[in-house]
């Protein structure tokens, strides 16, 4: 099964730990990490000073990135969103 693959286009924080993502095909998303934000890899991100840091990749992907200080490449975003909104 393939999962279509979207361009982040727009990322905003608006809330705590809360992200409003904006993809290439003009759907918008806020959306509610914290179920992942544990373990090594996502728990710094519960830091609001770290999670405010996430950025999106200047490349040709324009994937969110997790801050510098974070070992793991960015990843790209997939499968269903809500419609715009």
Do not use: N, W
């Not at 286009?9 to 809360?18: A, D, L, Q, Y």
Request: hydrophobic residues 25%; positive net charge; proline residues 13%.
């Amino acid at each position: 099964m393939t999962h279509p693959v979207y361009r982040v286009t727009g990322f905003e924080i608006v809330g705590p730990r809360t992200p409003r993502v904006e993809f290439d095909d003009a759907t918008i998303q806020a959306i509610d990490p914290r179920d992942v934000l544990a373990g090594d890899l996502y728990g710094p991100l519960q830091d609001e000073h770290v999670f405010r840091g996430v950025k999106i990749d200047p490349e040709p992907t324009r994937r969110c990135g997790l801050p510098a200080r974070t070992s793991t490449p960015p990843r790209s975003t997939t499968g269903r969103r809500t419609q715009p909104g």
